[in-house]
């Protein structure tokens, strides 16, 4: 049974920082994709980075660039910004090609997310 579990979230004030975990099991972790998402209400869900597996590369939302660093498993989020307050979802999809995809529909499992609130 795959499980994936965002971890980590919180309250901060602006500037401040967050680190999220993503807790995974029952897949090959070499053959997957890991996504990290999220949700402000009202909005639509968007991508904010991704880690490939084929090459090992990993991208961003140019709204994060500079601010946060993904590893495999983690999101390291520096400056916080108001605009950042969502909830956090981590993903796992189907690594095709050696390039992750910043769009919800390449991830088949999700985790259930994490609140993080930046106050201004």
């Known amino acids: 049974e795959v499980q994936l579990q965002a971890s980590g979230g919180g309250s901060v004030q602006a500037g401040g920082s967050l680190r999220l975990s993503c807790a995974a099991s029952?897949?090959?972790?070499?053959?997957?994709?890991i996504g990290w998402f999220r949700q402000a209400p009202g909005k639509d869900r968007e991508a904010v980075s991704c880690?490939?597996t084929g090459d090992r590369t990993i991208r961003y939302i140019d709204s994060v660039k500079g601010r946060f660093t993904m590893s495999h498993w983690t999101l390291q989020m520096d400056s916080l910004k108001p605009e950042d307050t969502a909830v956090y979802y981590c993903?796992?999809?189907?690594?095709?090609?050696?390039?992750?995809?910043?769009?919800?529909?390449?991830?088949?499992?999700w985790g259930r997310g994490t609140q993080v609130t930046v106050s201004s």
């Open positions: 993903a796992a999809g189907f690594q095709y090609g050696s390039n992750c995809l910043m769009a919800s529909h390449a991830y088949g499992y």
């Open positions: 029952g897949f090959d972790f070499d053959a997957y994709a």
């Open positions: 880690f490939s």
